[in-house]
T-cell receptor, first 113, second 114 residues
Framework: EAQVTQNPRYLITVTGKKLTVTCSQN?????MSWYRQDPGLGLRQIYY???????DKGDVPEGYKVSRKEKRNFPLILESPSPNQTSLYFC????????????FGSGTRLTVV | DQQVKQNSPSLSVQEGRISILNCDYT??????FLWYKKYPAEGPTFLIS???IKDKNEDGRFTVFLNKSAKHLSLHIVPSQPGDSAVYFC?????????????WGAGTKLIIKP
């Protein structure tokens, strides 16, 4: 089944404790992206990657890192999480950046206390 | 400054009637508009799209209308069914600085009443 898999689905952590949210897709998509969803703000892009070893900042990159060492994986790293990073995170992929049929993961709900 | 606005946080519609979800935008450079549907505990799924050169696109019970002069698009669902209860996101795409950007609205929660 074609899908984007995110882990974990739920995570509660403390301020400053590094964490990684994994994202993997099995569709050989070139383009991958991370979003956060907050009430009243819709989806805001954090980082995106157009291909292996090619990553770039989205609208809200502060406090996040990403890497794209292989095509299928695009982990999101929070080096020192803070409470304002409490949010619902989605990973998405598509054939290429301009292709609009994004496939989204099921989401990761992160709470930073 | 929100370039894509969905002004109704929620909408309640009787089963079998028409649901109309609205979206306004400010950037005339947007060349593609999309609607995504999201159920609780799931990621958004692509529903329907429309190019800026068209004014209507239809797919089964779903029709999207685009009014470029008013910078407004709407999603019509006819007839509405209980499974349509979800959050609907409007998104718009533009090419900016050699990259494509997808700008999202805040979403409208549609509730279909039996």
């Amino acid at each position: 089944e074609a899908q984007v898999t995110q882990n974990p689905r739920y995570l509660i952590t403390v301020t400053g404790k590094k964490l990684t949210v994994t994202c993997s897709q099995n569709m050989n998509h070139e383009y991958m992206s991370w979003y956060r969803q907050d009430p009243g703000l819709g989806l805001r892009q954090i980082y995106y990657s157009m291909n292996v070893e090619v990553t770039d900042k989205g609208d809200v990159p502060e406090g996040y890192k990403v890497s794209r060492k292989e095509k299928r994986n695009f982990p999101l790293i929070l080096e020192s999480p803070s409470p304002n990073q409490t949010s619902l995170y989605f990973c998405a992929s598509s054939l290429w950046q301009g292709a609009y049929g994004y496939t989204f993961g099921s989401g990761t709900r992160l709470t930073v206390v | 400054d929100q370039q894509v606005k969905q002004n109704s946080p929620s909408l309640s519609v009787q089963e079998g009637r028409i649901s109309i979800l609205n979206c306004d935008y400010t950037n005339s450079m947007f060349d593609y508009f999309l609607w995504y549907k999201k159920y609780p505990a799931e990621g958004p799924t692509f529903l329907i799209s429309i190019s800026s050169i068209k004014d209507k696109n239809e797919d089964g019970r779903f029709t999207v209308f685009l009014n470029k002069s008013a910078k407004h698009l709407s999603l019509h669902i006819v007839p509405s069914q209980p499974g349509d209860s979800a959050v609907y996101f409007c998104a718009a795409s533009a090419r900016m600085d050699s990259n494509y950007q997808l700008i999202w609205g805040a979403g409208t929660k549609l509730i279909i009443k039996p």
